[in-house]
């Protein structure tokens, strides 16, 4: 293999693990999962005062039950259906 095709793979792998990398998916699930973990933090530590304001339901430890779940969906969906390289173009004369 000439030097040319060497340096060409290493991009492609590359790019590849950029990809892999920057996924919306992993985004998004991490996000949800800290301010999930914010959020039900302030929802165990409420006041009654708080709980008086929100008609006696506990808004903030539900809504960060459901941001955690909904970000381990997000990272669960990542892990188990990863991002696949680009698929490599054929070149001209092959």
């Known amino acids: 293999m000439s030097d040319y095709q060497h340096e060409v793979e290493e991009l492609e792998r ?3 693990t950029a990809a892999r990398l920057f996924d ?3 985004i998004i699930g991490g996000l ?3 301010y999930g973990a914010i959020v039900t933090i302030a929802g165990i530590t409420a006041s009654d005062a708080d709980l008086r304001k929100a008609q006696g339901i506990n808004i903030n430890l539900w809504t960060g039950v459901g941001m955690l779940v909904l970000g381990a969906a997000f990272l669960v969906w990542l ?3 990863p991002t696949s390289p680009p698929a490599r173009q054929a070149e001209d004369g092959e």
């Open 32 to 34: 949800f999962v800290v």
């Open 24 to 26: 919306i998916r992993g």
């Open 79 to 81: 892990r188990l259906n």
């Open 14 to 16: 590359r790019s590849a």
